[in-house]
């Protein structure tokens, strides 16, 4: 059975940084691009990160660029976000998600760890 388990959520004040980390198991994603989304009250889910199965590529959204990192770690089947400078509009539940194979979509979800930003 495959699962991602997202961590490293929690409250922090604006300017502040967190690191979210998501281990799959039940098989390997170490082929296959992962991401992050997320989800803030009353909007839709929408994608913040992404990367390649190398780790060479790498796509951001504009509202996180130069604020927001995102990594991974095949050996130990985790991808990692270090998000800093965070703002209040940051605050949202973060999910990670991984697709089926490298053709497919995102099929793959954890169960999503809140982020709270205080002003």
Known sequence: ???????????VQAGGSLRLSCEASG???SFYGMGWFRQAPGKER?????????GATTYY???????????RDNAKNTVYLQMNSLKPEDTAVYYCAA???RTSGYVYWGQGTQVTVSS
């Open 99 to 101: 697709p089926d194979s």
């Open 1 to 11: 059975q495959v699962q991602l388990v997202e961590s490293g959520g929690g409250l």
């Open 61 to 71: 959204t504009d509202s996180v660029k130069g604020r927001f990192t995102i990594s």
């Open 46 to 54: 929408e994608l913040v990160v992404q990367i390649s199965w190398t």
């Open 27 to 29: 098989r390997t994603f």
